[in-house]
């Protein structure tokens, strides 16, 4: 424990970790004249499937318009059911609603927050499709388990790996592991391009369907015609979207990659602190990291026991006024107005709804000092004594 700082900080959820590497990529890209999925995006795709050891990525604007491209070309659309787990961010279930399907909403395992494989086959119906395990906060879903289960029913499996990227399951990579893995490149996910996603996958139907899907359905991509010693005319014989990726982010990406395994090492050498430094901190139960995984720590996500510790909306309050941002731990999907109001969706998941009431996230970056963390320790501490 480093001495408290007395001065007031000001300490964010999460900072990208980015140079003049990134800016200069940036910029190098903009000077290129070609600025738009074209040489930088196949570079950065290439270097992310060599990466995780697949044969494919695809690149796309964001991880909710991976999983909506994922699901349309494993083969789910209307009068289709996904199977999800509520506790997670709304993108999962709505890339769902997006590709014309019903999502499904499943209970999660208590300790890793991830959907618990042992609720999933009561939820398949004839009209189950496919199942999107979520790799919660970076923790990787127990993979094998919902792999199986999909083997046994038929059913497509498309992993929402959002906060994942560089995580592992089993000593595999996530994003080798499941037939299709969607990955989020937001400012809070391990590395980022600002926005941005990708499909990684080793099925060549999927990445050359999603490749064509993401550019408005065009039969030739703009790269290959723009390579082309003859006049290509493309065709357009789906309906498409435009998901495409900026060669300025791609730039950008590329020079994240290289940084991943240093973002990584900090935040698990930080994530360690935090577990020793609130042990003994009676009232909170800090992060479960079952054996077969390694965590990105897209945050650290303590458990608040109500009986003991003051409110979590108090404990928030109390962090902010100390310059301390936290979040609420993910929230329950099916409780939102969208799906509760709107959709009339009725399910009781008992294990979520405790779960989005008493988990909160604490900072965690790359450059986050020794000095900061104390600092929010301290005042964590201190807000947690109930009135
Ligand atoms: C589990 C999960 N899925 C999907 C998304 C959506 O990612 P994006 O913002 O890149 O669309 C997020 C982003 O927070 C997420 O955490």
Redesign the pocket.
């Known amino acids: 424990m480093t001495t408290v700082s007395s001065a007031k900080m000001n300490i964010p959820i999460t900072k990208p970790y980015m140079d003049e590497a990134e800016a200069e990529a940036a910029a190098q890209a903009i000077r290129s004249g070609w600025i738009v999925q074209g040489p930088l995006v196949q570079a950065f795709e290439k270097a992310v499937a060599a990466r995780l050891g697949v044969a494919h990525a695809v690149a796309v604007?964001?991880?909710?318009?991976?999983?909506h491209l994922a699901l349309v070309c494993s083969g789910v659309g209307p009068g289709d059911e996904v199977i999800v787990p509520s506790f997670?961010?709304i993108?999962?279930a709505n890339?769902v609603l997006h590709a014309g399907a019903t999502p499904v909403f499943v209970d999660i395992d208590p300790r890793t927050y991830n959907i618990d494989p042992a609720l999933i086959e009561a939820a398949i119906t004839p009209r189950t499709k496919a199942i999107i395990p979520?790799?919660?906060?970076g923790l990787s879903a127990d993979l094998d388990a919902v792999l199986e289960i999909a083997a046994r029913y038929n059913l497509k499996v498309v992993e929402?790996?959002?906060?994942a990227m560089g995580a592992t399951y089993k000593g595999r990579p996530v994003g080798s592991v499941s037939p299709v893995t969607?990955f989020?490149?937001?400012p809070?996910?391990s590395i980022s391009t600002g926005?941005?996603?990708i499909i990684a996958t080793n099925s060549d139907q999927v990445a050359e369907q999603a490749r064509v899907l993401r550019a408005h359905g065009a039969s030739v991509s703009d790269l290959v015609r723009h390579n082309s010693t003859k006049v290509v005319i493309e065709e357009y014989a789906e309906l498409g979207y435009n998901y495409r990726m900026t060669d300025i982010q791609a730039a950008v990406g590329t020079e994240q990659l290289k940084k991943l395994d240093y973002i990584l090492a900090r935040r698990r050498e930080m994530a360690k602190r935090y577990d020793s430094l609130l042990a003994s901190v009676e009232g909170i139960t800090t992060p479960f990291v079952p054996d077969y995984a390694v965590h990105t720590y897209?945050s650290y996500a303590i458990r608040l026991d109500p009986e003991v510790v003051a409110p979590r909306e108090i404990v928030m309050e109390r962090m902010l006024a100390q310059g301390v941002a936290t979040r609420r731990g993910?929230m329950a999907i099916h409780e939102e107005p969208l799906y509760k109001e709107k959709r009339q969706v009725q399910v009781s998941l008992p294990v979520t709804e405790q779960a989005t009431r008493q988990t909160l996230l604490l900072p965690l970056y790359t450059t986050f000092s020794e000095v900061e963390q104390d600092y929010v320790v301290e005042h964590l501490k201190t807000a947690l004594v109930k009135d």
């Open positions: 604007t964001n991880c909710t318009s991976a999983l997670s961010f993108a999962t890339a979520v790799d919660q906060i929402d790996a959002a906060p969607c989020s490149f937001h809070r996910k926005e941005g996603g897209q993910v």
